[in-house]
């Protein structure tokens, strides 16, 4: 179930935009409601706000996600992930990760040198330090998606090719893959919209069904903006859908 918030958590952020018309501004935020079958399981927001880091401007994204009622009596969970990036390159300089996910937890910051290709690991729970080496181009968990919503390869994009990233996670660099699948109109609480479908490449198991388990769908506009996450898991299925939004960069386009 961890495993699944962190999806939930994340996945929103997964769209696209050519760096000539940035996606996404200081000040955006989302809310998604997530549903196990007929359960409401919980919620997952994300928002940009500005920060400084070594008076630079730099942005700041915060996600939060957390189990409600009684899914929550049964697996608790409180995730919070933060990310500090370059408002130009969206290089990151620092990320956050404090999570509590049915009592396993997690207290961690990692503190970026680009020019070195490093990585310092501080672990607050176990109270140590480590520099690992990363890649060149390499981003946490936050600021991937954040970087990936202005990659300018999206309106090139044919059904079946995907786009990769270096992303940082639990100590080890991801090789992070995203397929696109085609296009479809949808029913959202705000009206019907046009989305963009993209499936996550995701390793089959004992979570997930298949490498294509999880399905994202974005609108079809210059926002990208993520309306729907559906996962098929080993046990029952899961669904996440937008509840909330605000600070777009254009108006949402709903076709009735």
């Known amino acids: 179930m961890k495993k699944i918030f962190l999806l939930i958590l994340f996945l929103p952020l997964f ?23 007929i359960v409401n399981a919980g919620y ?8 400084t880091i070594n008076n630079k401007k730099v942005y700041h994204a915060v996600g939060k996600g957390y189990t409600t009622g009684m899914s929550r009596f ?16 969206g290089k990151p300089y620092r990320y956050v990760r404090k999570i509590d996910e049915g009592g396993y937890t997690k ?25 690992i080496l990363v890649t060149e181009n390499v981003q946490d968990i936050v600021s991937s998606f954040y970087y990936l919503r202005n990659h300018p390869d999206i ?3 044919k059904v079946g090719e995907s786009i990769a990233i270096d992303m940082f996670f639990d100590d080890e660099i991801t090789k992070f893959k995203l397929k696109f699948a085609g296009r479809e109109d949808i029913t ?13 490449l995701v390793q089959k198991g004992r979570v997930f ?30 669904k996440a859908d937008i509840d909330g939004f605000r600070g777009l960069q254009s108006p949402l386009k709903i076709k009735k």
Request: proline share 3%; glycine share 4%.
């Open 209 to 238: 069904k298949e490498k294509e388990s999880l399905t994202l769908w974005i609108t079809d506009d210059k926002n990208k903006l993520p309306v729907r996450i559906k996962a098929d898991l080993a046990v029952g299925s899961l």
């Open 188 to 200: 959202t609480k705000f009206g019907t919209v046009s989305t963009m479908i993209f499936k996550p």
């Open 44 to 51: 997952a927001t994300i928002q940009i706000t500005d920060a």
């Open 15 to 37: 769209s696209f935009q050519p760096k000539t018309d940035t996606a996404f501004d200081t000040g955006e935020w989302f809310k998604f409601r997530i549903h196990y079958g």
């Open 74 to 89: 049964f697996f608790k969970v409180e995730d919070l992930y933060e990310s500090y990036f370059d408002k130009i390159t």
């Open 107 to 131: 207290d961690q910051e990692g503190f970026f040198n680009q020019e070195q290709n490093r990585i310092v690991v501080k672990d607050y729970k176990r109270k140590s330090e480590k520099t």
């Open 155 to 157: 309106d090139n994009l």
